[in-house]
T-cell receptor, first 117, second 111 residues
């Protein structure tokens, strides 16, 4: 199956700093990637849809100026959490979309745990 | 009302027991129904998917979909401690690209 990687897997930062998380499709090209946020013992919450070469589409309630998404190539999307605060601490997961014969399947990365002190 | 409802559990069973998980949903446009397994601090991995109503079996796992009741199930037979994880149901329409997830059920299989 398609492999998606994320880097870093874990990051701890001070309040007020910015953190960049990378999502890569390793063996395929992905025009569309997704960014999710997951709180402990909660489901995945879609934050935004990242489209290669165009602006990301954000879900309602997600601050686009706080969560900057760049999808500059067909294998890389980045999420930058700007001026991070403790409430931004969470597990961030990306996925890459592969259009299949049956349905549009998403392949998930291993996630990045962000802790803001 | 959430689009997909799933009891978060937790669910604890002895090794060898049958694990029964289920989700209900409200959107009749959903056509594909998936079950993902997520180990602690890892990304979700697809276990199996089912199209429309019916049953699908893969080894110890059986997925069932009843579109008339808007109800899906996952059964794990002969459960093993390695099955301990969070199981998320997800669903999508034919032309959609956004998945709708349930809350996930945390399962612990006791040795």
């Amino acid at each position: 199956g398609a492999v998606v990687s994320q880097h870093p897997s874990r990051v701890i930062c001070k309040s007020g700093t910015s953190v960049k998380i990378e999502c890569r499709s390793l063996d395929f090209q992905a025009t569309t990637m997704f960014w999710y946020r997951q709180f402990p013992k909660k489901s995945l919450m879609l934050m935004a849809t990242s489209n290669e070469g165009s602006k990301a589409t954000y879900e309602q309630g997600v601050e686009k100026d706080k969560f900057l998404i760049n999808h500059a190539s067909l294998t890389l999307s980045t999420l930058t959490v700007t001026s991070a605060h403790p409430e931004d601490s969470s597990f961030y997961i990306c996925s890459a979309l592969v259009s299949g014969p049956a349905y549009n399947e998403q392949f998930f990365g291993p996630g990045t745990r962000l802790t803001v002190l | 009302q959430k689009e997909v409802e799933q009891d978060p559990g937790p669910l604890s069973v002895p090794e060898g027991a049958i694990v029964s998980l289920n989700c209900t949903y409200s959107n009749s446009a959903f056509q594909y129904f998936m079950w993902y397994r997520q180990y602690s601090r890892k990304g979700p991995e697809l276990l199996m998917y089912t199209y429309s109503s019916g049953n699908k079996e893969d080894g110890r796992f059986t997925a069932q979909v009843d579109k008339s009741s808007k109800y899906i199930s996952l059964f794990i037979r002969d459960s093993q401690p390695s099955d301990s994880a969070t199981y998320l149901c997800a669903m999508i329409g034919s032309d959609d690209y956004k998945l709708s997830f349930g809350a996930g059920t945390t399962v612990t299989v006791r040795a």
